[in-house]
């Protein structure tokens, strides 16, 4: 009888532990610092520390989901990360909607907070002036550094395939003059 009720008050003393150490690394300026919390474990151990009293409640509302884990330390921790990687990547999902949703709203109120294709969308990062950028996978965009001749000036065109094939491009359009690629 002694040893079950030593054993039950060193299994709360860890579960106090844990609730203490996590409350030091996952809040800081008294709200959580990550977005989400995956509790995996053998047992009942991971049920009983998310019902604990003394598991931080704002923690509590951002566990995304408990899992049975068979192995420890490193086998576990790839376990753990391979059984919740559906939830995970809700969370992805859920996040760039958000995203895509706030750049639809901003077309759709014209604020000029928004800019579309490759030329505007560099010229706002060289000013510093992006916050986010929604990028297509699959864009084929060159770079090109074209100079008059007979110029100092150096002008930056981004390219894509199509383009490249243009002749245009390559011409100063009001003397026709062939332009030097210089990169």
């Known amino acids: 009888m002694r040893f079950a009720?030593?054993?039950?008050?060193?299994?709360?003393?860890?579960?106090?532990?844990?609730?203490?150490?996590?409350?030091?690394?996952?809040?800081?300026?008294?709200?959580?610092?990550?977005?989400?919390?995956?509790l995996?474990?053998?047992?009942?151990?991971?049920?009983?520390?998310?019902?604990?009293?003394?598991?931080?409640?704002?923690?509590?509302?951002?566990?995304?989901?408990?899992?049975?884990?068979?192995?420890?330390?490193?086998?576990?921790?790839?376990?753990?990360?391979h059984l919740a990687s559906d939830v995970l990547s809700d969370v992805k999902f859920v996040k760039e909607k958000k995203i895509i949703g706030k750049f639809y709203d901003e077309i759709a109120q014209d604020t000029g907070n928004v800019v579309f294709g490759v030329d505007d969308t560099l010229k706002a990062m060289e000013m510093g002036a992006l916050e986010?950028?929604?990028?297509?996978?699959?864009?084929?965009?060159?770079?090109?550094?074209?100079?008059?001749?007979?110029?100092?000036?150096?002008?930056i065109k981004y390219l894509n395939e199509m383009q490249q094939k243009d002749p245009r491009h390559f011409q100063d359009p009001e003397t026709g003059v062939q332009l030097e690629i210089k990169s």
Do not use: W
Not at 12 to 37: M, Q, T, W
Not at 136 to 153: A, C, G, H, N, Y
């Open 5 to 38: 009720r030593q054993r039950v008050e060193k299994r709360e003393a860890y579960i106090g532990k844990i609730c203490e150490l996590s409350v030091h690394h996952f809040i800081s300026d008294d709200r959580p610092n990550v977005k989400g919390l995956i």
């Open 40 to 81: 995996a474990g053998a047992a009942s151990f991971k049920n009983e520390l998310h019902g604990a009293e003394r598991f931080d409640k704002r923690l509590g509302g951002i566990v995304l989901g408990t899992f049975d884990i068979s192995y420890g330390q490193d086998n576990g921790f790839s376990q753990a990360i």
């Open 132 to 155: 986010k950028m929604i990028l297509f996978e699959e864009i084929e965009v060159q770079r090109f550094e074209i100079q008059m001749p007979d110029k100092e000036e150096v002008k």
